[in-house]
C-alpha cells in the first residue's frame, strides 16, 4: 500500500500538503522478515561451527598404550607371539580409518632388542594361537591391513637401563572394525632364533595416530 497525500485548506486561504505514511505494516513485516532471516543465519553459523569444532576434536593426535599378553615361554620364528589385541578408539570416529604416525615399543628387564612383526587387523579375528603357527584362516585373512617389521638394531638401552625402547616413523591407515573406532594387532616372531621374552607383559607397545 503507498503513502497517501492530503492537502488542506488552511483558513488565511493557504494549502498545506502532508503525507500519511500508510505502509507501516509492511515495513513492520519486512522487518520482523529481517529478523527471522538474522535468526536463521545465526543458527545456521552455530551448526557449522560446532561441526567444525567436533572435526578438529576428532582429528586431534591420539596416543594409546596396549600392554599385550604374550607368550611367555621361548616362540620360535614365525610364530605368533601376542594374539590379537585391539587398540581401543585409536581411530577418530566409528568406522573412519586411524593414521598411525609412530609405534613405540618397550621391552621391559630387558636391554636386547627383538626381531618382531606388528600386523594390523580391521577386525577381531583370530592369527592363531600364542607359542603357535602365525596362520589365520583364509576367511579371516582379508581382515590383515599392514605391518611394521620392528629389529634388534631398532631398540636403543640407555646406560645404566634395564629396559630398551625402539621407536618407528610410520604412515599407515588403519580400518577400526565395522561400527567402532578399534583397531585390532598382533605380533609375529621375525628372530631366526626365536624369542623368549620370560614375562608375559614384558612389551609395552604405544601408538600415535591422527
Known amino acids: 500500500m503507498a503513502n497517501a497525500t492530503i492537502t488542506v485548506l488552511e483558513a488565511d486561504g493557504t494549502t498545506e500538503t502532508d503525507v500519511i505514511v500508510l505502509d507501516v505494516g509492511r515495513q513492520a513485516a519486512t522487518a520482523s522478515k529481517s529478523v527471522a532471516h538474522s535468526t536463521e543465519d545465526k543458527a545456521v553459523h552455530d551448526a557449522a561451527a560446532a ?61 636386547t632388542g627383538l626381531d618382531f612383526r606388528v600386523w594390523f587387523l580391521k577386525a577381531n579375528s583370530s592369527v ?55 583397531v585390532y594387532f598382533a605380533i609375529q616372531v621375525l628372530a631366526s632364533g626365536g624369542i623368549d621374552l620370560g614375562a608375559a607383559t614384558d612389551l609395552v607397545v604405544t601408538f600415535q595416530a591422527i
Open 51 to 111: 561441526s567444525l569444532v567436533s572435526i578438529l576434536g576428532a582429528v586431534r593426535p591420539r596416543v594409546v598404550q596396549v600392554v599385550p599378553t604374550c607368550d611367555a615361554t621361548a616362540c620360535a620364528q614365525y610364530d605368533v607371539l601376542a594374539a590379537t589385541e585391539v587398540i581401543t578408539n585409536l581411530a577418530p570416529a566409528a568406522d573412519i580409518p586411524a593414521g598411525i604416525r609412530k609405534i613405540t615399543v618397550a621391552r621391559l628387564d630387558s636391554a
Open 128 to 182: 592363531g594361537s600364542e607359542n603357535a603357527a602365525f596362520a589365520p584362516a583364509d576367511a579371516d585373512a582379508d581382515d590383515l591391513i599392514d605391518y611394521v617389521d620392528f629389529a634388534v638394531a631398532d631398540f636403543v638401552g640407555p646406560t645404566g637401563m634395564v629396559n630398551c625402547f625402539a621407536k618407528k616413523d610410520v604412515e599407515i591407515w588403519a580400518q577400526p572394525a565395522s561400527g567402532t573406532r578399534d
